[in-house]
């Protein structure tokens, strides 16, 4: 079966100190890879999006990037952390069909002070 | 484009029924709803294709009008388990990326 790690679960991080967070997914292959926000009680903004290795989509530009080194791994990186950075971020994978459902991970809470 | 849902908040007593809908702007593949708990991920729901397609899923259900490009879910004899913030998302292709609604928070009390 399929599963979708993702760490730290965590993180509290100065203004100004890079970021790098990671997902992996195992028990499939090439599926495409999505880098979710949520900031406090608000919706899911879709912030990077991947359809196979070293193909990243940015849908919002920002001080963030993402990097798909392996089929099944996905970074997210920032060189300096803003305090509008804060948030719940959230990878998940499917299949790339219309029908397949998204499966997320449990998520990072990201508290920049 | 991001869909839009309606309403943002509702607050129902347990055993009533409540309807969200979602829109678009755009013609529509496919609509997927979530439902997350405070604090939690997105869990999936259910999807619905192009074609006029309706779903259930216990006392909840789906519906996608695809003239009018809208879904809207159904939750029928709600129960406290119920609540939580409810997202549907828009594919625009098979393939595509799933751009999410802003969500409704559904609050069911005793």
């Known amino acids: 079966s399929q599963t979708i790690h993702q760490w730290p679960a965590t993180l509290v991080q100065p203004v100004g100190s890079p970021l790098s967070l990671e997902c992996t997914v195992e028990?499939?292959?090439?599926?495409?890879l999505y880098w979710y926000r949520q900031a406090a009680g608000r919706g899911l903004q879709l912030l990077f999006y991947s359809v196979g290795i070293g193909q990243i989509s940015s849908e919002v530009p920002q001080n963030l990037s993402a990097s798909r080194p392996q089929d099944r791994q996905f970074i997210l990186s920032s060189k300096k952390l803003l305090l509008s950075d804060s948030g719940f971020y959230l990878c998940a994978w499917n299949l790339g069909t219309g029908d397949s459902p998204l499966h997320f991970g449990n998520g990072t809470r990201l508290t920049v002070t | 484009q991001q869909p839009v849902q309606s309403p943002q908040a509702v607050i129902l007593r347990e055993g009533e029924d409540a309807v969200i809908n979602c829109s678009s702007s755009k013609a529509l593949y496919s609509v997927h709803w979530y439902r997350q708990k405070h604090g939690e991920a997105p869990v999936f729901l259910m999807i619905l294709l192009k074609g006029g397609e309706q779903k259930g899923h216990d006392k909840i259900s789906a519906s996608f009008n695809e003239k009018k490009q809208q879904s809207s879910l159904y939750l029928t004899a709600s129960q406290l388990s119920y609540s939580g913030t409810y997202f549907c998302?828009?594919?625009?292709?098979?393939?595509?990326?799933?751009?999410f609604g802003q969500g409704t928070e559904l609050s069911v009390k005793p």
């Open positions: 028990g499939t292959s090439n599926p495409n």
């Open positions: 998302g828009s594919l625009y292709n098979q393939g595509g990326k799933l751009i």
